[in-house]
């Protein structure tokens, strides 16, 4: 699956936090932020993992999305809001495990850090 207008258009919004990339998995393509995934994009929308760190900073209220009942919950995002896309990402980075080929292979500057 070839990546599109709006992926280019989100790396180049989540460029400051460094190592960033979408790939295709299961034909969805996922976010990675120094090589952990952190969200998945479906149609035009961004949509990020939602954590602890997250709910402290947008707030109990924040309404989380989910496909399938009991799966995981997750944060529509606007990424031409990029400070506040990007203060999420950042606070919800460390909450999120790394797939098992990376773990213990990296650090991550995850830029203004």
Known sequence: ????????????????LGEVDIRVVFNSPCVYVWGKVVGWV???????KA?????????????TYSDVPGSMPLYLVDPEDQE???ELIRASWPEIGYPASYR?????NLGGE
Request: proline content about 5%.
């Open 104 to 108: 213990g292979k990296r650090r991550a």
């Open 51 to 63: 954590t602890r760190a997250g709910k402290a900073l947008l707030g109990e209220d924040e309404p």
């Open 1 to 16: 699956m070839k990546l599109g207008e709006f992926e280019a258009y989100l790396l180049d919004q989540l460029a400051p």
């Open 84 to 86: 506040a896309m990007l």
């Open 42 to 48: 479906a149609g035009d929308q961004l949509f990020i």
